[in-house]
């Protein structure tokens, strides 16, 4: 009788089974190749914005420079940032930029102060708790928007020759983007809003020390960045361009006080402001009288605007109702409401 052949041992390849972890393992090595070409053609491409910008008389330094943030962002890290640009100065604190490899294009940068800008006469210092930009360009049309968050800034300006100019807030928040219907004019949109800001100079013009909410949207005409000279040689330059300031809202409110405003400001020969507004406003009689120093005049034109004291205190729970005031013009340093030219008020030039 036959005997059964014995059955052989089968061994099986495992080829298929670590297939999967060396796979993984050569993504990973080529991941990382990847990352630090990446990483060296930022460098390059650092260095050579810095030269461009350099060619075009603005000088950056970025001090103790590191590049970091494997394996899926690009951290760009500057214990110190200057600027500089002919006789305008600008500093910052450690400046960190980050952008995800996969997008590269939007950046996030989160600075930290002080900040201190000056051409040598003018001189604005600001502070801050933290500071937030996002930065979204396109390969062809450069900067698409440019959005910055701010919580408690602080800032003061001195050398204009009026005395120091000093106000803080809560937050800030500011959006820039070029306006894509008038590229001809270089105009740009500006939204801007701080919540609970302190403004000495607005407090005494006003009155009462209640913070102030601002909320402003804006487009600024002719504005095509530095050209290299001090704060007031920029502003002429813009003034001979024909700039000028659209305001499409403007509002304040301060304790029972609130004001909206629209029209169009620019700067006349003189460099004073000038441009029209229309207005709406309440309980601005404590601004009617200090325009007017407590005269007679200011008092009617306060009644007859509705602000007067009387409708301030018919109703001392209730915040009264915003009245739309005659359009407001600025000609010649002078104030026109209406037919009545607003005494006691001289517009100096600012320059």
């Known amino acids: 009788m036959d005997q059964a052949a014995p059955v052989g041992h089968v061994r099986r390849s495992r080829f298929w089974l670590y297939t999967p972890f060396v796979l993984l393992l050569l993504l990973a090595i080529a991941w990382s190749i990847a990352w630090f070409v990446i990483r060296n053609r930022t460098a390059e491409a650092l260095d050579g914005w810095i030269a461009a910008e350099a060619r075009g008389g603005r000088q950056w330094t970025c001090g103790d ?156 005409t002719q ?36 004001i909206e405003t629209k029209g169009e400001l620019r700067l006349d020969e003189q460099h004073r402001p000038a441009g029209q507004l229309t207005l709406s406003a309440a309980g601005l009689d404590g601004l009617l009288g200090n325009l007017t120093g407590g005269r007679v005049g200011g008092n009617l034109l306060g009644m007859l605007l509705g602000q007067g004291p009387r409708s301030a205190q018919s109703q001392p729970n209730a915040k009264p109702q915003l009245a739309t005031l005659p359009p407001l013009r600025l000609e010649n340093g002078l104030l026109a409401m209406g037919p009545f030219v607003i005494p006691n008020v001289r517009l100096q030039p600012l320059y």
């Open 223 to 258: 504005a095509d960045g530095f050209k290299g000279g001090t704060i007031v040689e920029e502003l002429e330059l813009w003034r001979n361009a024909g700039g000028k300031i659209d305001i499409l809202m403007l509002a304040a409110d301060k304790g029972p006080r609130r």
């Open 65 to 220: 420079r590191t590049i970091a943030g494997y394996p899926f962002r690009i951290e760009i890290v500057c214990n110190s940032l200057d600027l500089k640009r002919g006789a305008i100065t600008a500093s910052f604190g450690r400046t960190e930029a980050v952008a995800q490899v996969y997008q590269p294009r939007r950046i996030i940068t989160e600075v930290a102060g002080p900040l201190r800008v000056s051409d040598g006469r003018v001189t604005v210092d600001g502070s801050w708790d933290l500071l937030q930009a996002s930065i979204n360009a396109s390969p062809t049309g450069g900067l698409q928007r440019l959005s910055l968050a701010a919580n408690g800034p602080k800032v003061s300006i001195t050398g204009l020759g009026t005395g120091e100019i000093a106000g803080s807030g809560k937050h800030l928040e500011l959006h820039v983007r070029p306006n894509p219907s008038r590229t001809a004019e270089q105009a740009r949109d500006v939204a801007a809003s701080v919540t609970e800001a302190r403004i000495p100079i607005l407090d005494a013009l006003i009155g009462g020390a209640e913070p102030t909410n601002l909320n402003a949207d804006i487009t600024v």
